[in-house]
């Protein structure tokens, strides 16, 4: 990892990420975000990708009977492999 101080100079030729507010160093880094970052079913052999996470959600509720605890879709902000799921659309976490 590099400092602040090592990296001023060269600031422009960074890949900036407005959504984030962050500077990535080139654009295997960008893929990489973009790829952790994916709404893709894990359990689904062939992984299909949504383009928002709403797609996702009804898949996982019509294909696998799962839901996904609300609270956490809307304060979790990391990606959709964070978020739980479960059998019981009402199930309460502790």
């Known amino acids: 990892m590099k400092s602040y101080a090592e ?30 970052l994916e709404h893709k079913c894990f359990l689904c052999p062939d992984q ?15 294909r696998h009977q799962l839901y996904s605890c609300d609270l956490c879709v809307e304060h979790i902000k990391v990606g959709n492999w964070a978020f739980p799921v479960t059998k019981s659309k009402w199930t309460i976490f502790f």
């Open 7 to 36: 990296l001023k100079d060269k600031i422009r030729m960074f890949v900036f990420i407005p959504t984030w507010s962050i500077y990535l160093e080139d654009e295997s880094i960008q893929a990489s975000l973009d790829k952790l």
């Open 48 to 62: 299909p990708t949504f383009p928002q996470f709403e797609g996702l959600r009804e898949h996982i509720q019509r």
